[in-house]
């Protein structure tokens, strides 16, 4: 000890010479490499055993594990079932998105064979990319088949459907839409032009909306998460009290009183965004047989899409993320609380 | 190995536990503490732990001042000491072999290494046989000699022992004793803090007594 001053030194070299086996000095010669090898292996065999502890530790306790679980699952999974709905919403929204079209509603009076001509016509302006009729007849045989009212018809008599002409402009900016539309319009035997795009930017504005609103309650609820995490660790580190106090006196660091805390909520984070994961799934497969009909009916083959691999995976990243950062809260606040002013 | 430098130690409650108390123990010397309770013992004891820091005045242990060492440096400090104390201290959660390697699992050593050593420190003081057992199946004299080879099992360079035959009988409290002087013979600075006064006289050896914060004492 003679040759110690005192200089401030690392706090490896504070360790005593009478300790080999403590094998983590900075400047270790060659001679001692091969038993810093094995105290890596070591280190490393004690992380995979802290981990299974953790997880044993957790099994002594089943339903008090489970019961976090169910909360962190579904609070997981309330947002996630809203981004995926979002997510299917936004992905049948995007194959309207960009082809606004102008439906014009012929007079009654208008036949199918004015309306042709019409059709005809307006399939040789420029500004026009593509021109679709809908013939009075066709009109009606769709409507028979889609409204479920095509008994009614019969009682009717005569064909109240109007010959329908869809254009799709080739020009897209606001304004020009608007212009054209004005000026198909005043074609003759057009009773009225629609602008279908009003109901589209409508649609991509309420996605916006209920977009902040899922990232809002996301955010909500991933802090429910930090915090049931964070609580559940206090509360399995408060039954452990004595064992840090006295891990402490015979000379513990920070990060070893941590790290099997840290595993605990590893570990509910992982098994709470696993779970999740289920809740979610199972929520998709039980909406996915009305979706399909509803789709459908809009001679649509629209088929749900699911968490898939890349989400999954973040999802249980982000829980496993929230679940160690709820337990260095509660494990740090606990050691500076027991900390010698 | 531990010297104190006109160290005083005031509480934030304004109750003043030591008044420039100084003091030095070799390498290798033992000595006992003595004083009413609330004289200081267990307040000197923690600043040599590092459980409290001194308000004046300066703690060396193996030359190593100890204002110098900060939070992250404080577990490599303690793990060249080892503590005895009063309670014992033990976890019934475990068997005595798991206590006693404590320590070593804390310094990083292999479970095997660390339960060579355990049967070595337990066998030192003659519990070899009871390793298995939960300590909260041993008289008190036995958890108290669990709580010994605990505190020797890292072969610490300073032994600190809070009123460790506190609440023995007289043979006991001897035959602890015994042992701390062993260790003392094989190198180790021992500190003992007690107030039994009648087995102090009777082990010879330097005794430090405190009055009311103060050194009274030394010789």
């Known amino acids: ?341 | 190995m531990i010297r104190f430098d006109n160290v005083s130690k005031c509480y934030e409650t304004g109750h003043e536990a030591l008044t420039n108390v100084s003091f030095a123990l070799d390498d290798g010397e033992m000595a006992f503490l003595t004083g009413h309770s609330g004289a200081g013992k267990s307040t000197l004891m923690k600043l040599i732990m590092l459980m409290e820091r001194p308000t004046r005045g300066h703690v060396f242990v193996g030359e190593q001042n100890l204002a110098g060492l900060d939070r992250q440096q404080i577990p490599y400090h303690r793990r060249r000491i080892g503590v005895v104390f009063q309670n014992h201290q033990l976890l019934f959660d475990r068997t005595v072999f798991d206590n006693v390697t404590l320590p070593l699992m804390i310094c990083g050593f292999s479970p095997r290494d660390a339960g060579r050593r355990a049967r070595a420190a337990l066998d030192k003081v003659g519990l070899l046989s009871k390793e298995k057992m939960n300590p909260i199946a041993l008289s008190t004299g036995e958890q108290q000699r669990v709580g010994i080879a605990r505190a020797i099992v890292h072969k610490p360079q300073v032994l600190l022992a809070d009123e460790p035959t506190g609440n023995l009988d007289p043979q006991l409290s001897e035959e602890i004793m015994r042992l701390f002087l062993e260790f003392n013979r094989h190198g180790t600075t021992v500190l003992i803090a007690s107030h039994d006064m009648g087995l102090i006289q009777r082990m010879r050896v330097r005794m430090l007594s405190l009055q009311q914060g103060r050194l009274a004492a030394d010789g």
């Open chain 1, 1 to 341: 000890m003679a040759e110690q001053n005192n200089r401030r030194r690392g706090a490896q070299r504070l360790e005593p010479q009478a300790k080999p086996a403590v094998k983590r000095t900075a400047n270790a010669t060659s001679s001692r490499k091969p038993r810093q090898a094995t105290a890596l292996r070591y280190d490393s065999d004690n992380h995979w055993q802290t981990a299974k502890t953790a997880f044993s530790r957790l099994l002594t306790t089943p339903a008090a594990t489970l019961m976090t679980v169910a909360v962190l699952a579904i609070a997981l999974a309330l947002p996630g079932v809203l981004y995926s709905g979002l997510k299917n919403v936004q992905q049948v929204a995007a194959s309207w998105e960009g082809d606004p079209r102008i439906a014009l509603y012929m007079e009654l009076s208008v036949d199918d064979q004015q309306a042709d001509s019409l059709s005809r016509e307006l399939l040789l302006r420029d500004d026009l990319a593509a021109v679709e009729l809908i013939s009075r007849a066709d009109g009606l045989a769709e409507f028979r088949a889609l409204s479920g009212f095509g008994d009614v018809l019969e009682y009717l008599g005569q064909n109240p459907i109007p010959a329908v002409i869809t254009v799709q402009p080739a020009l897209m900016s606001n304004d020009e839409l608007i212009e054209l539309q004005q000026q198909l319009e005043m074609e003759p035997g057009v009773a009225e032009a629609q602008l279908d795009m009003a109901w589209v930017q409508r649609l991509n504005s309420a996605l916006e909306v209920a977009k902040r609103v899922v990232v809002m309650l996301g955010i909500l609820l991933a802090t429910a998460v930090l915090l049931v995490i964070g609580n559940t660790v206090r509360v399995s580190i408060e039954s452990r009290r004595e064992e840090i106090l006295i891990a402490k006196l015979v000379g513990a660091t920070d990060s070893w009183v941590r790290r099997p805390f840290l595993y605990t909520g590893a570990w509910y984070g992982f098994l709470g965004g696993l779970c999740g994961w289920g809740l979610i799934q199972l929520a998709l497969m039980l909406i996915d047989t009305p979706v399909r009909e509803l789709a459908g009916l809009y001679q649509n083959s629209f088929s749900l899409l699911g968490l898939g691999i890349v989400d999954t995976g973040l999802l249980i990243c982000f829980s496993l993320l929230l679940g160690l950062m709820g337990a260095w809260v509660a494990v740090s606040r606990y050691l500076r609380s027991i900390e010698p002013q």
